[in-house]
């Protein structure tokens, strides 16, 4: 089983649109969950941070994190053609000493105009 | 510098020849980060380096890859001998809490 798993995609929703993206993990130890967004050939960029469980709101994006389940939402409102890129879930491993980002496979999402 | 800077941005090499890939990282970032990110793999960590510690290896694939990072600053990805399964894109990062992405260096092995 992998460390953290992300649903694939791709998404295709209408301008607009609600998003709602999802990853579960295995180690209920993790504690620091993140979002990245990527554009086509950039590296990802942070979108939100959340540290253990409940809700996160900035604009927009909503991330959730639900530590009994272990299971973590990224929800998008009034989505936007500018919206559209690939969303990674991460997790940071504080179990070691490097402190790494463990990833999702990532899911691609298209909002169309 | 204002970013993280990758280079080459795009490399095509044949199998069997060796690579080198460039990453700048934000002045004053202490920690560095090489990850590789295939096509519906997600991104794969490679190898960490802290200041002047001993970089963790633990990610790197197989002795055919190394890497270095000279005067805490500027780190080099080598890859030896490379394969067809090496082609991805090669991201790096730095760090003074959250990660900062280069746009990475597409590597393709023809």
């Known amino acids: 089983q992998k460390e953290v798993e992300q649903d694939p995609g791709p998404l295709s929703v209408p301008e607009g649109a609600i998003v709602s993206l999802n990853c579960t993990y295995s180690n209920s130890a993790f504690q620091y969950f993140m979002w990245y967004r990527q554009y086509s050939r950039k590296g990802p960029e942070l979108l939100m941070y959340t540290y253990s469980s409940g809700n996160k709101e900035d604009g927009r994006f909503t991330a959730q994190v639900d530590k009994s389940s272990k299971y973590i939402s990224l929800f998008i409102r009034d989505s936007q053609p500018s919206d559209s890129a690939t969303y990674l879930c991460?997790?940071?491993?504080?179990?070691?000493?490097?402190?790494?980002?463990?990833f999702g496979t990532g899911t691609l999402l298209a909002v169309q105009p | 510098g204002a970013g993280v800077s990758q280079s080459p941005s795009n490399k095509v090499t044949e199998k069997g020849k060796d690579v080198e890939l460039r990453c700048d990282p934000i002045s004053g970032h202490t920690a560095l980060y090489w990850y590789r990110q295939s096509l519906g793999q997600g991104l794969e960590f490679l190898i960490y380096f802290q200041g002047n510690s001993a970089p963790d290896k633990s990610g790197l694939p197989s002795d055919r890859f190394s890497a270095e990072r000279t005067g805490g600053s500027v780190s080099t990805l080598t890859i030896q001998r490379t394969q067809q399964e090496d082609s991805a894109v090669y991201l790096c990062?730095?760090?003074?809490?959250?990660?900062?992405f280069g746009s990475g260096t597409r590597l393709t092995v023809v």
């Open positions: 990062a730095s760090s003074l809490g959250s990660y900062t």
């Open positions: 991460a997790i940071q491993d504080l179990g070691g000493a490097t402190n790494k980002l463990i």
